[in-house]
């Protein structure tokens, strides 16, 4: 079965400072990643995904992610953080055996101005 | 319409009771998804239809949820004898094809409380 491991529940950066949200993942076959971030009192949004070919991945707002097919890893990353990032962001993962997307937990992020 | 639409909005019923959810997804959109969000929480997975493949339930946590997709299109979440432990914001997400190598589109979701 596949799964998504976001192993911090909060992470904390100042205005201006890079930052980095975690996640792995397994799933046989070949991966299909997701980011995606809720802010409050709002939906979902899509923010990027890894498909297939580079492994720098470029989405909305600035943030890339960068896949690592030997740490099984997907992490999100942005090199300058805006208190306006500040969300809760998922990781998920498609394809393997059965297509279906499964989330990681997510990860609350909060930019301190 | 231009996005996946859901209602009601927001939802309260009585212990007990039976509830029904609606999701009008994406036109064209042949796989849909329905999540489950509880406070603080992350996504539940609970059921997953793909064209007219026989949908994935295996995250459905009790035989008192079960779910329809009619005509490839509007699906239907159903909640019988609802529990308080129920109480959440139910999901629905939409996406173009279903090897899930497309972003899901997601609802502004049902926030379902049982009193």
């Known amino acids: 079965a596949q799964s998504v491991a976001q192993p911090e529940d909060q992470v904390n950066v100042a205005e201006g400072n890079p930052l980095t949200v975690k996640c792995t993942y397994s799933v046989s076959g070949n991966p299909y990643l997701f980011w995606y971030v809720q802010y409050p009192n709002r939906g979902l949004q899509f923010l990027l995904k890894?498909?297939?070919?580079?492994?720098l991945v470029k989405g909305s707002y600035g943030f890339e992610a960068e896949f690592n097919k030997s740490q099984t890893s997907f992490h999100l990353k942005k090199p300058s953080a805006l208190v306006s990032d500040s969300a809760l962001y998922f990781c998920a993962v498609g394809g393997g055996s059965n297509y279906k997307l499964t989330f990681g937990k997510g990860t609350l992020l909060t930019v301190n101005p | 319409g231009a996005g996946v639409s859901q209602s009601p909005s927001n939802k309260v019923t009585e212990k007990g009771k039976d509830v029904e959810l609606r999701c009008d997804p994406i036109s064209g959109h042949t796989a849909l998804y329905w999540y489950r969000q509880s406070l603080g929480q992350g996504l539940e997975f609970l059921i997953y239809?793909?064209?007219?493949?026989?949908?994935?339930k295996s995250g459905l946590p009790s035989d008192r949820f079960s779910a329809e997709r009619t005509g490839g299109s509007v699906s239907t979440l159903t909640i019988q004898r609802t529990q308080q432990e129920d109480s959440a914001v139910y999901l629905c997400?939409?996406?173009?094809?279903?090897?899930?190598?497309?972003?899901?589109?997601f609802g502004q979701g049902t926030r379902l409380t049982v009193v």
């Open positions: 997400a939409s996406s173009l094809r279903g090897f899930g190598d497309t972003e899901a589109f």
């Open positions: 890894y498909i297939t070919g580079d492994n």
């Open positions: 239809f793909q064209g007219n493949s026989a949908p994935d």
